[in-house]
């Protein structure tokens, strides 16, 4: 089915705006900066704003076609964020088009309730109900299982060329498996009380959990391997910047990439209040089995790290760590001293305040980047999170430019 003349000319002039964007030399010097951060020799920490609350910055569609406003949606953020907070952010020179690969995913679905302070928000407090109480209902956990649906991707392309062709390269994007958390799902299928519960009470139970979930993620990039539908190499990793010029490893087939060619990030977020050892035996033991399948690892996510990098350092081709708000930035980075990234988190409730306080946003932003010039330790800072800003986008804009002042100085 053809598209709208209108809606066509609405993607037309806002792919021309991100096209002009994309071929500014200051793009290519961002990924620069990227590839020598993620080589360990930064020539300055880094910077990122993402996970923004876009329900309070009110941007209008004028698309009526579905899949139309969906392009339309993601260029006219682009376009925003170029204009308002950029920071290292670099804007791709391409409109990616995903190829249509299924995934039916472990079989098990949340059974969630949801609280919501604002309804415009996408961010809600949830509450998990425990689905696994008997031995029976680890059955319920199934190997994935991927499917690529030729027709479709051949669909999406046609469109993508009705759209943009002469205006703006359209790329081919294929499936990225590099989310490989275990305990993200877990989390939502029990609930962080009964999870943590049965590490005590049912560990043996647990220990099947997890063997059966590895054992799944690992089938998965089995098939998407025999498939030939893997992404090629990747921008963002858990909203930083993962350029490198270490992948695709040498002898690879750039047309038919493997998962050794890209980067992967797992975390064990509900984590923060078990000893290292519980940490070692009922996370770093399975997840190290997934991070070898991959090229490079981005570990953490919101868990503080500080006191285990000793064992973060068993998880094969880890090249970043996260470094979140609740973390001893000293220990940690001490800890990680010049072999990994310290990917700091800061705290999103700098910009939730009923005032926003531009000089404690410099001091927070600061004590990060003299700790990490105190030990040599390459740094990136990502701010995402960021649930609200009070509906006063210009905070995002005045984060950018201190953040952008501190990590240039």
């Not at 039916?104 to 689905?131: C, H, R, W």
């Not at 910047?241 to 998962?259: I, K, N």
């Not at 996370?283 to 990098?309: H, N, S, W």
């Not at 927070?364 to 006063?392: A, M, N, Q, W």
Request: aromatic share 8%.
């Amino acid at each position: 089915m053809r598209k709208t003349t209108k809606d066509k000319n609405v993607l037309r002039a806002l792919a021309g705006e991100v096209a002009a964007i994309a071929i500014l030399p200051v793009q290519e010097e961002k990924r620069r900066l990227w590839r020598t951060l993620n080589a360990l020799r930064p020539e300055r920490p880094m910077l990122v704003i993402d996970e923004v609350p876009w329900n309070e910055i009110g941007i209008t569609l004028e698309c009526e076609d579905a899949e139309c406003r969906a392009y339309e949606e993601s260029l006219r953020r682009t376009i925003y964020r170029w204009n308002h907070f950029a920071t290292d952010w670099a804007v791709d020179p391409f409109i990616a088009v995903p190829k249509a690969v299924h995934n039916t995913g472990f079989g098990v679905t949340p059974q969630v309730e949801t609280l919501k302070t604002d309804p415009e928000n996408t961010i809600s407090a949830m509450y998990f109900t425990n689905q696994f109480r008997t031995d029976a209902d680890l059955d319920k956990i199934k190997t994935p299982i991927l499917s690529h649906d030729a027709e479709e991707t051949a669909r999406r392309m046609d469109v993508a060329h009705e759209l943009f062709d002469d205006i703006v390269e359209t790329r081919l994007v294929g499936f990225d498996p590099s989310y490989m958390s275990l305990w993200d799902p877990i989390a939502m299928w029990m609930s962080l009380e009964d999870a943590l519960h049965a590490i005590l009470e049912r560990p043996t139970y647990v220990h099947e959990m997890l063997e059966r979930m590895t054992r799944g993620y690992l089938s998965m990039l089995d098939q998407a391997e025999a498939l030939d539908v893997l992404c090629g190499p990747q921008s963002w990793i858990n909203c930083g910047g993962v350029f490198t010029d270490e992948l695709p490893q040498p002898g690879s087939d750039l047309a038919h990439p493997r998962t050794r060619d890209l980067w992967c990030y797992s975390m064990a977020q509900m984590f923060s209040t078990v000893s290292p050892e519980i940490f070692t035996e009922f996370e770093v033991d399975y997840v190290k089995r997934l991070a070898a399948r991959f090229g490079m690892a981005y570990y953490g996510c919101c868990d503080p790290l500080d006191d285990r990098i000793e064992q973060v350092r068993k998880i094969p081709n880890v090249r970043k760590v996260s470094m979140s708000t609740w973390a001893n930035q000293a220990r940690g980075a001490a800890a990680i001293g010049k072999d990994f990234v310290f990917a700091r988190k800061p705290n999103p409730a700098l910009l939730a305040g009923v005032t926003f306080n531009e000089e404690r946003v410099r001091a927070d932003l600061t004590k990060t980047v003299d700790i990490c010039r105190e030990h040599g330790t390459p740094c990136e800072i990502i701010f995402r999170d960021i649930s609200t800003v009070r509906y006063e986008p210009q905070r995002l804009d005045r984060l950018a430019r201190i953040a952008m002042e501190v990590v240039e100085s």
